[in-house]
């Protein structure tokens, strides 16, 4: 029987698709969390026995405002990306097991290859979707000169945050990032020179908080317009995912012929009461089938009793009603040649209610 592998086969290819899908929602996140344990700490470790004082050691960097707001920010949209991978994941998952696959069996030419296009196609998007969201976790540093080369691109998200922010971003007397790197150079090569002061280090050091604060802001913005470029891509895949499937379900079950027959069956399967009257012909064709004082009643008008149960445009199938001759019920098949079936109903159009 070739019919009885087919549920077990679908089941083993939904699960297949299921097993696609929930491995690279797995292997993402697995690569989200290795990014992320790999994060540099955000302080020193203290040791763990007593240390011993080390009069010449310089203190240790202490993290800026804008550093710790940055940083949550990037968190806070790592955060939502990985319940946006896990809940996609599993959504496309619990479509794609759903998928009536048994039914690609049944299926050929130009529906089998459109029902493969669309389940392909949801596939692709599912995939595409997650690896989008995944970018989020990229990691990325920004350089002193990094940054101040984004902060004057203002065709990039960074350099138009800039260009709205500068005053607040860019410290007095500075009118681009390019002249805060520059005067942070220049600053810093004053400080290294034999001649240098203090105050030239404390010049230096001021630009280099600056830089520092715009190199986090340039993290941020870009993960934040990588994040919104990826939930505009899940959105057109949940779009695209719907199609795919909707397209296969479609072409993976083509409308059977022999449903509407039945329908039609089923609309026309009140019999009409009709005259039958054979010609010779019919008489000799049908006297074994209906007997012969039946057929040779059926050859002189008006005919014999019958119901009509169906027509065809050369054929009528009937059925005797029994009386004189015709001592039984029999089903028969009258063709145009052999005679012809006349309907004696008529509308009896109802009474007219008196007249008050």
């Not at 989008?132 to 998200?157: E, H, I, N, Q, Y």
Request: hydrophobic share 50%.
């Amino acid at each position: 029987m070739t019919g009885a592998p087919q549920p077990a086969a679908s089941a083993r290819l939904r699960s297949a698709a299921t097993w696609i899908v929930a491995a690279v929602a797995g292997v993402a996140l697995a690569a989200v969390q290795t990014v992320l344990s790999t994060r540099k700490p955000d302080a020193t470790p203290t040791p763990a026995g007593p240390a011993a004082p080390a009069p010449a050691a310089p203190a240790a960097p202490t993290r800026s405002a804008v550093e710790a707001q940055a940083d949550a920010g990037i968190d806070q949209y790592r955060s939502v990306a990985k319940w946006m991978i896990t809940a996609f994941a599993a959504v496309a998952s619990l479509l794609l097991a759903g998928v009536q696959l048994t039914s690609i069996g049944h299926t050929t030419g130009g529906r089998l290859a459109l029902a493969a296009t669309g389940i392909a196609v949801a596939l692709a998007a599912t995939m595409i979707a997650i690896y989008s969201l995944t970018l989020v976790f990229k990691p990325g540093v920004v350089g002193p000169d990094d940054a101040a080369a984004r902060a004057d691109d203002a065709s990039k998200p960074f350099g138009k945050f800039v260009a709205a922010h500068r005053s607040a971003l860019l410290p007095a007397g500075t009118t681009s990032g390019q002249d805060l790197y520059d005067k942070y150079t220049a600053a810093r090569t004053a400080a290294a020179s034999p001649n240098g002061t203090e105050q030239d280090k404390a010049t230096a050091r001021r630009y280099r908080a600056r830089l520092a604060d715009l190199a986090w802001f340039a993290r941020l913005i870009e993960v934040e317009s990588t994040f919104k470029t990826a939930r505009i891509r899940v959105c057109i895949a949940a779009a695209v995912v719907a199609a795919g499937i909707t397209t296969f379900a479609w072409a993976a079950n083509p409308k059977d012929s022999s449903d509407a027959d039945t329908t039609a069956a089923a609309v026309n399967a009140r019999p009409v009461q009709v005259r039958v009257l054979l010609n010779p012909d019919g008489r000799r064709h049908l006297a074994t089938l209906l007997g012969r004082p039946c057929a040779a009643a059926a050859g002189v008008a008006p005919g014999i009793d019958a119901l009509a149960t169906a027509a065809s445009a050369d054929t009528t199938t009937l059925i005797v009603i029994p009386g004189g001759p015709c001592t039984k019920p029999v089903l028969f098949t009258l063709s145009i040649s052999d005679g012809a079936a006349t309907s004696t109903e008529s509308v009896t159009p109802a009474a007219s209610p008196a007249a008050g």
